[in-house]
């Protein structure tokens, strides 16, 4: 897939790649720790290209659990979050793991204060608030759900936590059914949610993907739920295959890193742009900015693209080699 992009494109939101502070450099090597969860606490498969690049920078990836009380944070380098695919139901632990690793002085990608950003989908009313197009969205409290969407009489809506993931108590059905106000009523009272409109374009066209590395765009999916379902996560037999998305929409996402980059993140390792594409344009979904299937397999190139703005992210990746081999 060609990559396409320019620098005048993307400088609104690179902010240099080696602008992170310097760790100490290890004898031993530079030790990335990358950081999983339970769900699945190995390199996964779609990384595998990623962690062979990382190496060949002289950067040593392990794979460390989250919240394993037995990892040694100190003795690592630097941090990167890739599957934390349970932190949603952790919440409260995740940002504490995050107040850890800030105050050990880890240098982490993305950084912290992005990531806490992140972490809970009412940025998309910060995006909203700067102009980008995201789908119709009302926040609601898990008891106030039904008073939500007293409004939407007929009409087919998606609900889910602002904090969340893989579909993660999200309810889809249609305001006024018997079998709606019964799945409305199971939902966790005490969680907040967000209250949108359903996309039948996602079934219809699909759910587009853009990744981008520091700024610079890499490659693009297009994911497709399973027969008879709306979903697109492989978990629940969605597909996605690499195609090149039209020029409106990689624009459209540029626009949204641009406002991310407004709201003062403009450090922007690494982030895929979730959207779907309706009669009156793209409309983002969602910016995974934490832990995204980031569809290294589909594209190999991306691994080393990414590898490579990771050793220029961190200064003492040389002298840890350096140091190893001496």
């Not at 050990?104 to 989908?121: D, F, T, V, Y």
């Amino acid at each position: 897939m060609p990559v396409s992009h320019t620098a005048s494109d993307d400088a609104n939101i690179h902010s240099g790649a080696a602008t992170s502070a310097a760790h100490a450099a290890s004898p031993n090597g530079f030790q990335l720790a990358v950081v999983t969860s339970t769900v699945y606490a190995e390199f996964h498969p779609d990384d595998a290209g990623l962690i062979d690049a990382l190496r060949g920078h002289g950067i040593e990836p392990v794979a460390c659990v989250w919240n394993d009380p037995a990892v040694d944070w100190t003795r690592f380098d630097a941090v990167l979050v890739r599957t934390t695919w349970d932190y949603f139901r952790h919440y409260d632990d995740f940002l504490a793991w995050y107040d850890q690793i800030e105050t050990l002085g880890l240098p982490i990608a993305n950084e912290l204060p992005l990531l806490r950003w992140n972490s809970n989908k009412r940025y998309l009313l910060d995006l909203a608030a700067l102009d980008v197009a995201i789908i119709p969205t009302v926040l609601a409290r898990g008891d106030a759900l039904a008073d939500a969407v007293a409004a939407m009489s007929g009409r087919e809506v998606v609900i889910k936590p602002t904090v969340s993931g893989g579909a993660w108590h999200t309810v889809r059905g249609r305001v006024g059914e018997a079998a709606f106000a019964e799945a409305l009523a199971a939902l966790p009272p005490e969680l907040d949610y967000l209250v949108q409109p359903f996309m039948a374009e996602i079934v219809a066209e699909g759910e587009w993907s853009l990744m981008f590395f520091d700024g610079h765009y890499s490659h693009a999916v297009l994911k497709k739920p399973d027969a008879g379902d709306y979903r697109v996560q492989t978990d629940f037999g969605g597909s996605a295959s690499l195609t090149e998305p039209d020029p409106a929409i990689l624009a459209a996402a540029r626009r949204a890193l641009g406002a991310v980059a407004a709201l003062g993140y403009r450090d922007q390792a690494y982030v895929r742009v979730d959207g779907v594409m309706t009669a009156d344009g793209f409309r983002l979904m969602e910016l995974e900015f934490i832990e995204p299937f980031l569809h290294f397999a589909a594209y190999p190139p991306a691994a080393e693209m990414f590898a490579a703005q990771l050793a220029r992210r961190w200064p003492s990746v040389g002298e840890s080699a350096t140091l190893a081999a001496g």
